[in-house]
């Protein structure tokens, strides 16, 4: 299985950088997946997916929910599983959300595709993750290590 897992986010936007310190911390635990960081245009993901069995992208978002909630979405024959009608899985402007909507148009998502979400409380300038959000970054880790595990 060719897996990747895609931390996106700018680790000087705060709790925007929660992607790639989780990504960071699943690479430390396991050698055998490939691991990424975008910290600009969600676009490059294309790129990086490119004859993929799985992908796991890891990203700040904003619902309805407490800062530092974990969600867990799979595209499966072509929608989402257990994502709210139009809920944005993004902070940034251009996002995770258009460049999978790009990819399903182009007919280049990976053949397995989850988005691990945590919400964030501060995307301001500087570095840092906020309380909620550094307290919720095991819990997305196991969410992504659950998702390498055969189904």
Partial sequence: MTVLVVGVGNRLRRDDGV???VADRVARLRSDVDVAEVSG???ALLALWVDRSLVVVVDAVRTD????????WELRA???DGLPPLSPFSTHLVGVRD???LASVLGREPARLVVVGVEVADVGPGPG???PVIAAVPDAVDL????LEPS
């Fill in 144 to 147: 992504v290590l659950g998702c």
């Fill in 65 to 72: 929910a407490p800062p530092g909630t974990c969600h867990r």
């Fill in 19 to 21: 992607g790639p310190e």
């Fill in 41 to 43: 245009d969600a676009s």
């Fill in 78 to 80: 072509g929608s989402w």
């Fill in 129 to 131: 993750l906020s309380d």
């Fill in 99 to 101: 460049a999978i909507d």
